[in-house]
């Protein structure tokens, strides 16, 4: 079997870049060892740039998204008993976010490229490569238990950060910059209408987040260890800290519900340069994470397979290779940036372990000054709502 683009995973990076390669006459199959119904239940991201949604209209994908999305106007934090009020239009010219669950994004995109006839293939976990830096690569895959092989004349990393594109790599290519946050989240989602804004919050008993998915569904997170199993954390635990961290102990302002789903995640920054190897292209977390804070992972995977798409456009209608070649520059210079971003969201909401009175003092002082300066909230804001695309 050939193709023209072989996609590993089907989560937001594969699948949008299938759908933009489609709409350009581009051949792709996407491979996705998990099942159907796994990629489209697993809760994840839930914060989308203007920039994304864009790609959803631009893809004709975005009908059920503006019937039933939420938009944001604003995000708080809280601290110290004090309340930062960040107005995203007021400080971005008219910007906002879009909540809207990934899994959401990535039942609208799956269904849409089934109804077009698109090939995606689950249950299919790719094992192995050939010839990544020669004239005719492959993908070995193991599916229904026998092994297949399809050859592409490119092949997308699009496996997430566990995946196998990256390590296929041979040693020495990548760099490799990881930087590992001495914490966890533990995510929840509630059947319960959630409170008026986005809310993140630092408290001396560490970091909280309250977010939505509907006027009925909250998700919320705190701060962890690395290591804590979801197990130890009851569901009156959750709530009495979640409370207490985001300054409502009489309990009056965050509803309580039945809890749908509770997992806890590491806060990590990871990337690998560069994000090629031969007729090897990694997009989204297959190449690198960011820290959740910022809410910028989704958006990374969104903004990097529209280089790509455009790359590969150039590539099989003319073989222009210019644009392939700068990929990994151009994606690059995003990324570090959303990660400086994210970093920087990270430091300023969290309690470190490790942290001397001086240093959450600093932490206090910034979260006092970004309270009173304009220009600080901007600055939050600004990156927030989305930096504006690459040129390539
Ligand atoms: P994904 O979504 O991990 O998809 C990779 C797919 O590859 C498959 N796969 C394989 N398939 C075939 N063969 C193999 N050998 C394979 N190995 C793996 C996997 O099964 C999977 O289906 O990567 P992608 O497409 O790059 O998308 C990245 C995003 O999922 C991720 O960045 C975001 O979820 C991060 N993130 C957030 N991003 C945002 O933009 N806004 C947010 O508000 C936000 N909140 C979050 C987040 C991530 C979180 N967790 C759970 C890590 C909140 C949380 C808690
Ligand atoms: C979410 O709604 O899941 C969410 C919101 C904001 C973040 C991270 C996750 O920073």
Same mark, same amino acid.
């Given at each position: 079997?050939?193709?023209?683009?072989?996609?590993?995973?089907?989560?937001?990076?594969? $699948?949008? !870049?299938?759908?933009? #390669?489609? %709409? *350009?006459?581009?051949?792709?199959?996407?491979?996705?060892? @998990?099942?159907?119904?796994?990629?489209?239940?697993?809760?994840?991201?839930?914060?989308?740039?203007?920039?994304?949604?864009?790609?959803?209209?631009? $893809?004709? !994908?975005?009908?059920? #998204?503006? %019937? *039933?999305?939420?938009?944001?106007?604003?995000?708080?934090? @809280?601290?110290?008993?004090?309340?930062?009020?960040?107005?995203?239009?007021?400080?971005?010219?008219?910007k906002v976010v879009t909540i809207y669950g990934q899994q959401e994004v990535v039942k609208d995109l799956i269904a849409a490229r089934i109804a077009d006839g698109g090939r995606i293939e689950f249950e299919a976990e790719v094992t192995g490569f050939a010839d990544l830096d020669g004239a005719k690569p492959a993908i070995r895959y193991c599916k229904d238990g026998a092994e297949h092989t399809?050859?592409?004349?490119?092949?997308?990393?699009?496996?997430?950060?566990?995946?196998?594109?990256?390590?296929?790599?041979?040693?020495?290519?990548?760099?490799?910059?990881?930087?590992?946050?001495?914490?966890?989240?533990?995510?929840?989602?509630?059947?319960?209408?959630?409170?008026?804004?986005?809310?993140?919050?630092?408290?001396?008993?560490?970091?909280?987040?309250?977010?939505?998915?509907?006027?009925?569904?909250?998700?919320?997170?705190?701060q962890v260890a690395p290591d804590e199993d979801a197990a130890n954390w009851s569901d009156d635990r959750f709530w009495n800290e979640l409370h207490v961290r985001m300054n409502d102990a009489d309990k009056s302002e965050i509803n309580e519900g039945k809890i749908l789903q509770k997992g806890v995640t590491p806060v990590r920054a990871f990337v690998a340069a560069p994000m090629r190897y031969g007729k090897l292209f990694l997009a989204g977390d297959a190449a690198h994470i960011v820290p959740p804070t910022g809410a910028k992972g989704l958006n990374l995977a969104a903004a990097d397979v529209r280089v790509l798409a455009r790359a590969l456009m150039a590539y099989f209608r003319t073989g222009a290779t210019e644009r392939l070649d700068r990929y990994s520059d151009t994606c690059l210079r995003r990324v570090w940036k959303v990660v400086r971003y994210s970093w920087h969201m990270t430091s300023l909401l969290h309690r470190f372990p490790a942290h001397s009175a001086f240093e959450r003092n600093i932490q206090i002082g910034e979260l006092d000054y970004l309270l009173g300066s304009r220009a600080a909230q901007q600055t939050i804001a600004e990156n927030y709502v989305g930096l504006p695309l690459e040129d390539d």
């Amino acid at each position: 079997m050939h193709t023209q683009v072989g996609i590993i995973g089907a989560g937001p990076a594969g $699948l949008f !870049l299938a759908h933009l #390669l489609y %709409r *350009e006459g581009i051949d792709c199959v996407v491979l996705e060892a @998990r099942s159907r119904a796994y990629v489209e239940d697993r809760v994840r991201a839930g914060v989308l740039e203007q920039g994304t949604v864009d790609l959803m209209h631009e $893809l004709g !994908l975005d009908e059920r #998204l503006r %019937r *039933e999305c939420m938009v944001d106007h604003a995000i708080d934090m @809280r601290f110290s008993g004090k309340l930062i009020h960040i107005d995203l239009p007021g400080l971005t010219a008219g910007k906002v976010v879009t909540i809207y669950g990934q899994q959401e994004v990535v039942k609208d995109l799956i269904a849409a490229r089934i109804a077009d006839g698109g090939r995606i293939e689950f249950e299919a976990e790719v094992t192995g490569f050939a010839d990544l830096d020669g004239a005719k690569p492959a993908i070995r895959y193991c599916k229904d238990g026998a092994e297949h092989t399809l050859t592409c004349d490119i092949i997308a990393g699009c496996d997430g950060f566990h995946g196998v594109a990256r390590t296929a790599i041979p040693d020495g290519v990548l760099t490799a910059y990881d930087h590992v946050f001495p914490f966890g989240w533990l995510g929840v989602l509630a059947e319960a209408p959630p409170i008026r804004e986005m809310t993140y919050a630092n408290h001396d008993r560490g970091f909280a987040l309250c977010s939505r998915r509907s006027p009925k569904i909250s998700r919320h997170y705190v701060q962890v260890a690395p290591d804590e199993d979801a197990a130890n954390w009851s569901d009156d635990r959750f709530w009495n800290e979640l409370h207490v961290r985001m300054n409502d102990a009489d309990k009056s302002e965050i509803n309580e519900g039945k809890i749908l789903q509770k997992g806890v995640t590491p806060v990590r920054a990871f990337v690998a340069a560069p994000m090629r190897y031969g007729k090897l292209f990694l997009a989204g977390d297959a190449a690198h994470i960011v820290p959740p804070t910022g809410a910028k992972g989704l958006n990374l995977a969104a903004a990097d397979v529209r280089v790509l798409a455009r790359a590969l456009m150039a590539y099989f209608r003319t073989g222009a290779t210019e644009r392939l070649d700068r990929y990994s520059d151009t994606c690059l210079r995003r990324v570090w940036k959303v990660v400086r971003y994210s970093w920087h969201m990270t430091s300023l909401l969290h309690r470190f372990p490790a942290h001397s009175a001086f240093e959450r003092n600093i932490q206090i002082g910034e979260l006092d000054y970004l309270l009173g300066s304009r220009a600080a909230q901007q600055t939050i804001a600004e990156n927030y709502v989305g930096l504006p695309l690459e040129d390539d």
